[in-house]
């Protein structure tokens, strides 16, 4: 079935249809994943400060850094950082160079949660039925949207 019938929508015309589309597999995406994130205690904004952190480890990040290229920029960043810390994943300290900035690295129980959830996720991603062209495909068109 297609998503026309599961929200039982008409649309005006196809390019409606593909931002509303668009919106539904985000959250569709979001909730298939969620159950994969919840097992190891943590949400998908955390996982995406852990990739961030870990992408310039063994160098520092600042919290404005990664609020810059998170996904979903409206989260409380300092919260999510927090609970972050509190798991060991991360560690916070202030910069040896610049008291008034604040640094996040990287634990070794971050890379290896990392490690773990990337692979469950990779799993169900590539459990979806579309082949690598098509996946690549999509990913560029949706580039090509946001031109």
Known sequence: MGFKEEI??????????????IIYTAN?????????????NILSQHYNILRIVNGSYPKPVSPGYIKEVMLDKGRDLTRL?????????????LSKNNRRKMEITITQSGINIIEIIGE?????????????QEAFQLSNLLDKLRE
């Open 120 to 132: 469950e996720i990779l799993d169900l991603y590539s459990s979806y039925k579309i082949n690598e």
């Open 28 to 40: 569709w995406l979001r909730d298939v994943s969620a159950p994969i994130y919840k097992k190891h």
């Open 8 to 21: 039982k929508s008409k649309f005006e015309n196809n390019h409606l249809m593909a931002a509303v589309n």
């Open 81 to 93: 950082v927090d609970k972050l810390v509190k798991l060991g994943y991360v560690e916070r300290q």
